[in-house]
């Protein structure tokens, strides 16, 4: 790979207010932030393995430049200044659960469904830094259930008081682990083992509703990160975590609060049962370690990216301009016939 050939760029309104991180392997609090986790933490560890890319906020003229969705137009009128390929800038979307970036010459999507549309390459969305394992010591012990993340992705039912008198009937324990990080605000950043700590979590719930809503554009992360952790993982129905199934004991799937605590009572009661799930943990977290994602990045910028990149280089401008209106096309069809299918369901 050329020296300087491959950009990661944020956009100057997304650039960090505070200490960045001179390793991806520390829980820095920015890797709570989608543009971060797919900006910084892959050029870092990306460089860290030996590949030559530039993390900027300038927009190079040239070049493979790869972004968050965000950084080519923010969705929230911040900034409106849309970016496209231009002379020989190649744009690399990562598109995450956002629409995707149409003048893109090709997207990175984090749902493997996603890959139904023009130019579309999942990857795995990066697992939680410095994940801490649940303690062996605990053994076969269910009493700290934990949610990882924001309330606004957790299902209704599990703020209401039936939820915690459940709790408190099955002798657990309902643990919230969430720190609000915002990228403006200095005071937020920082270096620490909350979102990362599963040292006495016994189980981990992870249901953004009930119901058969398949989540298309959501990231199996909190499936990753429970693998990793050594913990049994409590999950409702999405295509991120189906695309991953391959026994009943890589995740417990369910549809209402009655089979969350069947599930519970189930982990509580059948210790053979638990143990297969923490032996079949271990197996698969092999599977997605930050080195086997690193991989997969490096594979995708070496038979795709750039072969992709010089091909489009070597283009008539006018070619050029041809292409990137079939896609704007392609793109609207999609997004319209997926809103009316969404609709008739």
Same mark, same amino acid.
């Given at each position: 790979?050329?020296?300087?050939?491959?950009?990661?760029?944020?956009?100057?309104?997304?650039?960090?207010?505070?200490?960045?991180?001179?390793?991806?392997?520390?829980?820095?609090?920015?890797?709570?932030?989608?543009?971060?986790?797919?900006?910084?933490?892959?050029?870092?560890?990306?460089?860290?393995?030996?590949?030559?890319?530039?993390?900027?906020?300038?927009?190079?003229?040239?070049?493979?430049?790869?972004?968050? %969705?965000?950084?080519?137009?923010?969705?929230?009128?911040?900034?409106?200044?849309?970016?496209?390929?231009?002379?020989?800038?190649?744009?690399?979307?990562?598109?995450?659960?956002?629409?995707?970036?149409?003048?893109?010459?090709?997207?990175?999507?984090?749902?493997?469904?996603?890959?139904?549309?023009?130019?579309?390459?999942?990857?795995?969305?990066?697992?939680?830094?410095?994940?801490?394992?649940?303690?062996?010591? %605990?053994?076969?012990?269910?009493?700290?259930?934990?949610?990882?993340?924001?309330?606004?992705?957790?299902?209704?039912?599990?703020?209401?008081?039936?939820?915690?008198?459940?709790?408190?009937?099955?002798?657990?324990?309902?643990?919230?682990?969430?720190?609000?990080?915002?990228?403006?605000?200095?005071?937020?950043?920082?270096?620490?083992?909350?979102?990362?700590?599963?040292?006495?979590?016994?189980?981990?719930?992870?249901?953004?509703?009930?119901?058969?809503?398949?989540?298309?554009?959501?990231?199996?992360?909190?499936?990753?990160?429970?693998?990793?952790?050594?913990?049994?993982?409590?999950?409702?129905?999405?295509?991120?975590?189906?695309?991953?199934?391959?026994?009943?004991?890589?995740?417990?799937?369910?549809?209402?609060?009655?089979?969350?605590?069947?599930?519970?009572?189930?982990?509580?009661?059948?210790?053979?049962?638990?143990?297969?799930?923490?032996?079949?943990?271990?197996? %698969?977290?092999?599977?997605?370690?930050?080195?086997?994602?690193?991989?997969?990045?490096?594979?995708?910028?070496?038979?795709?990216?750039?072969?992709?990149? %010089?091909?489009?280089?070597?283009?008539?401008?006018?070619?050029?301009?041809?292409?990137?209106?079939?896609?704007?096309?392609?793109?609207?069809?999609?997004?319209?016939?997926?809103?009316?299918?969404?609709?008739?369901?």
């Amino acid at each position: 790979m050329n020296k300087d050939l491959l950009y990661f760029y944020l956009h100057p309104f997304l650039w960090p207010k505070g200490e960045l991180p001179d390793d991806p392997d520390v829980n820095w609090s920015g890797f709570s932030f989608g543009p971060y986790t797919w900006t910084i933490q892959t050029y870092l560890r990306l460089k860290k393995a030996g590949v030559s890319c530039v993390l900027t906020s300038e927009m190079p003229d040239k070049g493979i430049v790869i972004a968050h %969705r965000e950084s080519w137009h923010s969705d929230d009128s911040h900034y409106a200044d849309p970016l496209s390929s231009a002379g020989d800038r190649f744009i690399v979307d990562v598109s995450c659960d956002l629409n995707l970036y149409t003048p893109a010459n090709i997207h990175i999507v984090q749902n493997p469904s996603q890959t139904k549309y023009l130019n579309c390459y999942y990857l795995p969305h990066w697992p939680q830094p410095g994940i801490v394992p649940r303690d062996p010591a %605990r053994g076969h012990v269910i009493e700290n259930v934990a949610f990882f993340g924001n309330q606004k992705n957790l299902a209704p039912e599990f703020k209401e008081e039936a939820w915690g008198r459940a709790m408190k009937e099955m002798g657990l324990n309902f643990i919230s682990k969430f720190k609000p990080f915002d990228h403006t605000d200095a005071s937020t950043y920082g270096f620490d083992e909350f979102w990362n700590n599963y040292s006495d979590i016994d189980a981990i719930i992870a249901v953004r509703s009930f119901g058969s809503s398949g989540y298309d554009h959501k990231p199996a992360s909190k499936l990753f990160n429970a693998w990793l952790a050594g913990v049994p993982s409590i999950l409702g129905r999405e295509t991120a975590y189906s695309y991953y199934r391959k026994s009943e004991f890589d995740f417990i799937e369910v549809n209402s609060m009655s089979d969350v605590i069947v599930s519970l009572k189930r982990l509580q009661d059948d210790e053979l049962y638990w143990s297969k799930i923490m032996g079949n943990a271990a197996v %698969r977290s092999r599977e997605i370690t930050h080195d086997k994602v690193v991989d997969k990045w490096i594979d995708l910028i070496e038979k795709v990216i750039i072969p992709e990149y %010089r091909t489009y280089i070597n283009r008539p401008r006018i070619f050029r301009r041809k292409l990137a209106l079939y896609k704007n096309l392609h793109h609207s069809k999609a997004r319209f016939f997926s809103s009316v299918a969404k609709k008739i369901k």
